[in-house]
């Protein structure tokens, strides 16, 4: 699930990612509709922006942990520059962060790990190729 | 009179211009809306060329590191075939180093160049004649110096195998000890490379559990507490620390499965 303010950011994010593994895309634009939209979805992977209207990521990325539909998720938030943001993240339970402007390249790599994760059950190489923070 | 439209302050050349203006900015607006539609379309291409470069390079890392692995299986087994009683003593040591190796840093377990290592620890042996290989009797001397030497002749066989990396310390080190006194270069304590240090346990933990032709297999139970024993010694403790954390069901099962 890919969740940012930003238009331009969701269609990069989601034109990058395209077939590179088996999964469905949801898009939401601000941590609110997240939140909503996740509990129904149940996604695997959730790409939290850290600053956005309404709810921001950080408060998102807390709710996301707290309920019991979406607790198991993988979190990645994406943060600007700056340790107190990655702190932030950390706080809020996200699993990794990618730091804007991030590279369509790790965020390859970590879908389609994490696709590999899913599709090979959690063994341990294929866990350990996603790394935690 | 006459001028209506400038009773009411717009005069009809500042509607037309007014209208034209309209025009004009209907008409930004809607190249405007192209561009960003060519824009987004360009990015699609960039994105779906990034994608189809990432998958293939990720297959070809695959398909290499898939020819490493049989290659390094190729030339253990080479090792393996020439002795009769040892079975598949490199696979299961290589299954039970890794489970070490996971139980000590989880990371560890994680470089392929480990499992290298842990197959290829006796590759030396092809350099040792069968004569003292398969004697018997207690090796002179002389002949034990020789048998000695086949980490070292297995780190030269392998030396320039670049991608072997750690792989080849492993071979060097397996029969060194955590007190200094094992072979070929002496080493001790955390001079000796991690992977090699979780390796002695392993191949220990292997030999005491094999049956020998002159001697049965020793129970898993009663191997852990010799290991144990040798904490210190022979082995490095915080390792034989990690290992006693293990799971007897998976160590058991390693040794039935690879008999």
New interface residues.
């Given amino acids: 699930m890919v969740v940012d303010d930003s238009h331009a950011i969701r ?2 994010i989601v ?6 593994g088996d999964f469905e895309l949801f898009e939401a634009s601000d941590g609110q509709e997240a939140v909503e939209l996740a509990r129904r979805v149940r996604p695997a992977l959730v790409l939290l922006d850290i600053h956005m209207p309404r709810m921001d990521g950080v408060e998102a990325c807390r709710r996301l942990r707290a309920l019991p539909e979406t607790r198991e998720a993988r979190i990645v938030m994406l943060t600007g520059t700056g340790i107190d943001q990655e702190e932030a993240a950390r706080a809020a339970g996200a699993d990794l962060f990618l730091t804007k402007p991030f590279s ?2 790790d965020l ?2 970590l879908v ?1 790990d994490l696709s590999a994760v899913d599709r090979e059950g959690a063994g ?2 294929a866990q ?2 996603f790394p935690r923070p | 009179m006459g001028e209506p439209a400038q009773d009411q302050g717009v005069s009809t050349t500042d509607v037309d211009a007014m209208l034209a203006e309209l025009v004009t900015l209907r008409k930004e607006v809607a190249d405007r809306r192209t561009q960003a539609a060519a824009a987004e379309r360009q990015l699609d291409r960039y994105a779906a060329d990034l994608r189809a470069t990432f998958i293939a390079e990720r297959e070809r890392t695959e398909a290499l590191h898939r020819s490493y692995m049989a290659t390094v299986r190729a030339l253990s087994n080479a090792v393996e075939a020439r002795d009769a009683y040892t079975g598949k003593h490199a696979e299961r040591v290589a299954s039970y180093g890794l489970e070490i190796a996971r139980a000590t840093e989880w990371e560890l377990a994680t470089q392929p160049e480990i499992e290298f290592g842990f197959l290829l620890h006796d590759i030396g042996k092809v350099a040792i004649p069968d004569a003292i290989l398969y004697k018997p009797e207690p090796l002179s001397v002389e002949e034990r110096r020789l048998m000695e030497r086949h980490p070292v002749i297995g780190w030269e066989i392998l030396r320039d195998i670049h991608f072997l990396g750690e792989a080849k310390v492993v071979v060097r080190s397996h029969h060194e000890r955590w007190d200094g006194t094992g072979y070929p270069d002496g080493l001790a304590g955390t001079a000796i490379s991690l992977a090699a240090r979780v390796f002695a346990v392993a191949d220990t933990l292997d030999a005491l559990t094999s049956d020998r032709p002159y001697r049965p297999a020793s129970p898993l139970s009663e191997a852990r507490d010799i290991i144990v024993a040798e904490s210190g010694t022979h082995f490095d403790p915080d390792i034989v620390t990690a290992f006693l954390t293990i799971d007897e069901g998976v160590l058991e099962r390693i040794r039935l499965e690879q008999q």
Avoid at chain 1, 15 to 20: F, Q, R
């Fill in positions: 269609h990069l034109a990058t990612l395209g077939d590179v369509p390249l390859l790599r389609s341990p190489a350990s190729r």
